[in-house]
């Protein structure tokens, strides 16, 4: 009977655990900035770079980084709540797709006067953190964001083994709070079309997160 009553106490302990976990997430959500993707045109010719990664220390350009395949430029930071949520399936799909000749990055732009905790320092322990073993790079200027149209973190950018944009918008439906799980369906299904030459779905949606930090 103790243990009956024990057993009850947990479920509804862990009950309204999930109750303050979604209010908390709720709250989060409505308090973040919310930008969307400008939705570069398709057929765009990847901009080139030159940035410093931030986990090797090397300087790459987009030639550099290119896949066999395609490539993916993924825009995202520190500390955005919505690159957070992502993350964990970012890095899933960069190591399923690698394999079969994606390339990818990822390049923060942030001004990190205003927003220290973005700084390229942090970037290096955010990498570790998250088991980022592709590279992150760090655009000072905020030149590269520019000439991509970045507008929100997380941002992806999928472009194929002609440099020419493929794809642009989101992982899938999933943001903090919303309660939807992460498939990473939408980019996921993005690269099959084109590793596999299938058709893409339409039409693409914007991704949505939080604005860059321009200085």
Not at 37 to 60: C, Q, Y
Not at 128 to 141: C, G, Q, R, V
Not at 152 to 160: A, H
């Amino acid at each position: 009977m103790q243990l009956t009553a024990s057993l009850d106490i947990f479920i509804l302990v862990r009950f309204y655990l999930q109750i303050f976990k979604a209010i908390f997430e709720n709250q989060i959500s409505d308090k973040m900035a919310r930008t969307e993707s400008t939705m570069l045109p398709l057929g765009t010719i990847a901009p080139e770079f030159f940035l410093k990664d931030t986990n090797s220390n090397h300087t790459f350009s987009f030639e550099d980084l290119k896949g066999s395949k395609g490539t993916l430029v993924l825009f995202i930071c520190n500390h955005c709540p919505f690159v957070h949520h992502v993350i964990d399936e970012v890095v899933m799909i960069a190591n399923d797709y690698r394999v079969q000749g994606l390339g990818i990055v990822a390049i923060s732009s942030n001004d990190i006067v205003k927003y220290p905790q973005d700084g390229p320092e942090l970037m290096t322990d955010f990498a570790m953190e998250n088991k980022i073993d592709f590279p992150y790079l760090f655009d000072e200027t905020q030149e590269v964001a520019k000439a991509y149209q970045a507008a929100c973190t997380p941002d992806f950018y999928l472009f194929d083994s002609q440099d020419k944009l493929f794809y642009r918008g989101q992982l899938d439906d999933s943001r903090p709070g919303n309660g939807i799980p992460l498939s990473g369906s939408d980019l996921r299904g993005a690269i099959d079309a084109l590793i596999y030459n299938r058709s893409l779905k339409e039409p693409q949606k914007p991704s949505l997160g939080c604005g860059i930090k321009w200085k």
